[in-house]
């Protein structure tokens, strides 16, 4: 399995407003071969979004990368690229797929215009070229009646389209990495399941692997083959996915499951996690689920690194050194 | 589409006809006898006052003056001038090119240095140049435009000597002289005129621009943009700016009565021979005929700019167009 | 009350707004109370040898070529502009209020007439409305003159106005209140009028600098204030004759003029970005 990407103690920090920086993602590592899927678990707040813009170094002024994260991409140090160098490796290398389709497209740009620009950017290919590629891209993802889809505005298609779209812009340039932020959260549940056909069956065709980001975990069952959750700006559990929802280890992942109403079974009351995500300006001291964590003892005032549960497996918990 | 084109003119057209009765009232229930500052210049019997009192108009009531004015204009007769003794629609035929390309001008420079300036504004936000050019946008925009012109005459005209500070043309200049020639001479002519407007309206441009493309840059699209490795132009040129272009669109319609009021100045300062100077000229010799005429012109002028800005709009944003 | 105070409050805190309140002030405190301290500024005490004098200790901002002192003209000229401003300004928002309301409220044919008239209004410049009028009478005594300004200065506000109108008309509290019987003038002065006093604030203090910069145009056009009262663009209009001699005659009243409006509009500015609901 060729490694294809590898974060290490990312940090990105903040301004907030007095002087000091804060820190909503806060020393996130994960690694993504090739051909593989990787989701991206957790709430809002907790840093996942921000985690992919930094891959790409896209984080918005006066938000900035902190100088001992690293990231590697095959073997280039995304972090130390500047300028044309930087601009090769967004959408050729890296494909991004953001949350909501219908903001990000520009309204006043064609579709196919803005497909084929990913393109040229990349391919030295005359226009006509690109629009052809474009057409094709747009039959890769499942647009019917692509020909005439091209000269359209974005807000002449639904939502489903668009955000089809918005995977043949992520592809154009024929990247390695594709991150989806959210691809489905915008759109009605029917369309969600075709979306995610959509990126498997293109992950499977082009060898791509994915990083795949979301708040909803019936997601991430079947489609992801390892699952990372977030929390606070950290990881907190990793796992193969049969792994984690067969043994769901940190209290925060398990909280997650248990808050997820169920359809079969008998009716009974929803068991959500007590408390809220603390904000990104003031993480709890130790670990950083302590106040809201049920099986909180007295170790827990110490923030705990990532311990393994088994193999592939690691919870940032303290109850992984007791042996169950 | 040509409905609401259809829809849109004859609005304008109303407007226009309810602002010609309203500045046509307003001129003659002004206190005060518009003959009396032309026999302050040269003595006139009282029979030769009450003759051009006939020839104008002016003894009549004023609902019959109303209803022979909308008579006269549907003919296309402004009436005659008191100052000149010339029909008006003439007077304004002569004087309009020269305020058309003063305001050409002045436009063009606001299209491009204005628009353009705006962007980097805010493109580069908090730098220095940023800095710096708000400083500029904001006192330029409480200059008084006909204070500016002097202060420049002054200036580059007189003190250094440098470019004309008066007229459109040197009187002296050979006219036999070719075609070049003379637009270089105007062309001198104009900068002093052109720059002082510029000035006092880029100001207010710059200021639009840049706070339209702050707000475009905050949008998710722009980083899909950057996202796809695009070089920094085109995202912010093709992606940021033709969304951010709009407002600075739809504030033409609102810039041109501004622009109309600085040129009434300007043109006065510099003796343009364009409306402005001649508006100038009519208020100092109650003329009013020519008075109303210029406003009349002045207004339909206005009304215009703002129907094509509208069409405009309509015709370049496709979410507009299409619906 | 505290509708109008609390943009205040936050304009103050803003770097910009504060140098604007800061800056006016000043410049109300000079014009109010130096004159008295000041030479008389009609007074023509050398026309031959004093005239056109360059700056110095006796006259700060020169004389004039009528040996007039420049620095108590522009005192005694910023009374009457400032005066003239505020006064006009305010006419012009109680109009705009009134008629918005009016048109907003009430609907129908009234809202149609008005803002065809509106529209109307607003297709004439503001100057040449006050040209075709000042233009045709014999010399205009300054309340004349304020009237008329104020009475041209209502056309946008009122469109503002009726626009918040239209959009509170729709709220709940408004609804209930009518559907528990409130009278008309009622609903008006309790729900409408406060809400719509912050957007008549920042026309009120961005209209300051618009009516210095017209009457200083009026004035320069030798129709606003009549000399030999003095006025910052009287004296710009009689600086022209001397542009070469005496520049200071005219420099310092421009200059005068640039001030007072740039903290006018740095006021009206930051109040701005504290009533629109869109800044954070």
């Known amino acids: 399995m060729t490694r294809v990407l590898e974060v290490e103690n990312l940090r990105v920090s903040f301004p907030d407003g007095s002087g000091r920086r804060f820190r909503p993602v806060d020393g996130v590592t994960f690694t993504l071969d090739r051909g593989e899927t990787m989701a991206l678990v957790g709430e809002s707040g907790c840093g996942k979004s921000l985690t992919s813009l930094a891959l790409l170094r896209l984080i918005p002024p006066p938000g900035r990368i902190e100088p001992d994260s690293s990231i590697r991409l095959g073997g280039t140090d995304v972090l130390g690229l500047e300028g044309n160098a930087l601009r090769q490796i967004r959408g050729r290398r890296i494909g991004m797929i953001f949350q909501d389709p219908m903001t990000s497209l520009n309204p006043v740009l064609r579709v196919g215009d803005q497909i084929g620009e990913g393109i040229r950017a990349h391919f030295p290919v005359s226009k006509a070229e690109a629009r052809e590629r474009s057409l094709r891209l747009l039959q890769e993802v499942g647009i019917p009646d692509p020909g005439s889809r091209l000269d359209a505005y974005p807000h002449e298609l639904s939502g489903g389209m668009r955000q089809r779209v918005m995977i043949a812009i992520a592809l154009a340039a024929e990247p390695e990495i594709l991150v989806a932020d959210e691809p489905t959260t915008a759109l009605d549940v029917t369309v969600q399941a075709q979306i995610l056909e959509v990126l498997d069956r293109l992950r499977s065709s082009r060898g791509m692997a994915v990083l795949l980001i979301t708040h909803d975990l019936g997601i991430v069952a079947g489609r992801a083959d390892r699952v990372a959750v977030m929390y606070a700006g950290q990881i907190v559990e990793e796992a193969p996915t049969a792994r984690l929802f067969a043994n769901p280890s940190h209290p925060y992942t398990q909280g997650l499951f248990a808050s997820v109403p169920r359809i079969r079974g008998p009716a009974r009351r929803l068991t959500p996690i007590p408390g809220s995500v603390p904000p990104a300006t003031a993480w709890p001291s130790g670990c950083r689920f302590r106040p809201r964590c049920l099986k909180a003892f007295d170790k827990c005032v110490m923030e705990p690194p990532l311990l393994p549960i088994e193999p592939g497996h690691r919870a940032r918990c303290w109850l992984a050194e007791t042996p169950r | 589409m040509g409905r609401w084109l259809l829809q849109r003119t004859a609005q304008a057209l109303v407007t226009l006809a309810i602002a010609c009765v309203l500045m046509f009232f307003l001129m003659r229930l002004a206190p005060g006898d518009p003959l009396a500052r032309l026999s302050e210049d040269r003595p006139l019997t009282p029979a030769q006052v009450e003759a051009l009192r006939a020839r104008f108009g002016l003894d009549r009531p004023i609902g019959a003056q109303f209803t022979s004015f909308v008579g006269a204009l549907a003919q296309g007769d402004l009436g005659t001038s008191i100052q000149y003794g010339r029909p008006v629609t003439a007077l304004l035929a002569e004087r309009i090119p020269a305020t058309l390309l003063l305001g050409g001008a002045v436009l063009l420079l606001n299209f491009t240095v204005g628009v353009w300036l705006g962007v980097r504004q805010a493109v580069r936000r908090g730098g220095a140049a940023d800095t710096t050019l708000t400083l500029f946008s904001l006192a330029g925009y409480a200059t008084p435009s006909f204070w500016l012109a002097l202060v420049l005459a002054w200036l580059v005209g007189v003190k250094w000597h440098l470019l004309p500070a008066a007229g459109m043309e040197d009187p002296l200049l050979d006219p036999g002289a070719g075609w070049v020639t003379h637009a270089v001479d105007v062309g001198r002519h104009l900068v002093l005129p052109a720059l002082t407007l510029s000035i006092v309206s880029i100001a207010g441009t710059m200021r639009y621009q840049r706070s339209a493309m702050l707000e475009v840059l905050r949008l998710p699209y722009i980083v899909t943009a950057e996202a796809k490795g695009l070089p920094e132009r085109a995202v912010i040129w093709r992606h940021a700016w033709r969304n951010a272009f709009f407002p600075v669109l739809t504030i033409f319609g609102l810039w041109l009565p501004l622009l109309v009021t600085g040129s009434v100045f300007v043109e006065s300062v510099f003796a343009w021979p364009g409306l402005g100077s001649l508006a100038v000229g009519a208020v100092g010799y109650r003329d009013y005929p020519l008075l109303m005429g210029t406003s009349l012109l002045v207004a339909v002028v206005v009304v215009t700019g703002s129907l094509v800005t509208d069409l405009a709009y309509g015709f370049l944003d496709p979410r507009v167009r299409l619906s | ?280």
Not at chain 3, 42 to 65: C, E, N, R, V, Y
Not at chain 3, 99 to 125: I, S
Not at chain 3, 194 to 213: E, H, R, S
Not at chain 3, 222 to 250: C, F, H, K, N, Y
């Open chain 3, 1 to 280: 009350m505290t509708v109008l105070l609390e943009p205040l409050r936050r304009a103050w805190r803003t770097p910009r707004g504060r140098a604007g309140v800061l800056v006016l002030l000043a410049i109300a405190v000079v014009v109010i109370f130096s004159p008295p301290l000041l030479p008389d500024p009609l007074a023509q005490p050398d026309p031959i040898g004093g005239a056109s004098l360059a700056p110095s200790i006796a006259h700060p901002f020169g004389t004039d070529q009528l040996s007039r002192d420049v620095l108590s003209r522009v005192a005694v000229g910023g009374r009457v502009s400032l005066a003239v401003a505020i006064i006009a300004v305010g006419l012009s928002i109680t109009l705009g209020a009134l008629v918005g309301l009016v048109a907003g409220y009430w609907g129908g044919l009234v809202d149609a007439a008005l803002m065809r008239l509106v529209d109307a209004a607003l297709a004439v410049p503001r100057l040449f409305l006050l040209l075709l009028v000042l233009a045709m009478s014999e010399r205009v005594p300054v309340w004349a003159l304020v009237l008329l300004i104020g009475a041209t200065g209502w056309f946008g506000t009122s469109r503002i106005v009726r626009a918040e109108v239209l959009r509170l008309r729709e709220e709940s509290y408004v609804r209930a209140s009518e559907a528990l019987g409130a009278s008309r003038r009622r609903v008006i002065f309790r729900h409408l009028l406060p809400n719509t006093l912050g957007p008549l604030l920042v026309a009120a203090t961005l209209g300051v600098g618009d009516v210095i910069l017209l009457e200083a145009g009026l004035s320069f056009l030798g129709l606003g204030i009549q000399p030999p009262a003095p006025s910052w663009g009287g004296m710009i209009l009689d600086a022209r004759e001397v542009l070469v001699t005496a520049p200071w005659a005219g420099l310092f009243p421009g200059a005068a003029i640039v001030l007072t409006v740039l903290s006018a509009n740095l006021v009206g500015d930051a109040v701005r970005d504290a009533v629109d609901p869109r800044a954070a």
